[in-house]
């Protein structure tokens, strides 16, 4: 009912910056939540950040001050600025959504997740 596509992922430099974003299309009546997680290898897989259909932002420390979110309403669509990116961030990174379906309710999607390499 609702699909995912991130796009954005690739090979950055210690110290640089990448952007991606997710679009979410479908049978969306309404939309909680945007948000990122990441899933580093060895690791579980974390939030990065997240916005509330209202605006409102959380980040966890380890990437405050680094990354941004922000969110088209009318496209569905969130992005992640990540800047002075450190090779710790080398994840793959998901996409997820916190919607309002129509007959459904209340439900959230994953995306496929897209890798981020940051070499040192």
């Known amino acids: 009912q609702v699909q995912l596509v991130e796009s954005g992922g690739g090979l950055v430099h210690d110290g640089g910056f990448r952007r991606v974003s997710c679009a979410a299309s479908g049978s969306i009546f309404s939309i909680y939540s945007m948000g990122w997680y990441r899933q580093a290898r060895?690791?579980?897989?974390e939030l990065v950040a997240v916005i509330t259909s209202g605006g409102?932002?959380?980040y966890p420390d380890s990437v405050k001050g680094r990354f941004t979110i922000s969110r088209d309403n009318t496209k569905n669509t969130v992005f992640l600025q990540m800047n002075s990116l450190k090779p710790?961030?080398?994840?793959?990174y998901y996409c997820?959504?916190?919607?309002?379906?129509p007959e459904l309710g209340r439900l959230e999607y994953w995306g496929h997740g897209?890798?981020?390499?940051?070499s040192s």
């Open 42 to 45: 060895g690791k579980q897989r």
């Open 114 to 118: 897209i890798q981020v390499i940051v």
């Open 56 to 58: 409102d932002t959380n």
């Open 88 to 92: 710790e961030d080398t994840a793959v």
């Open 96 to 101: 997820h959504v916190d919607v309002q379906v």
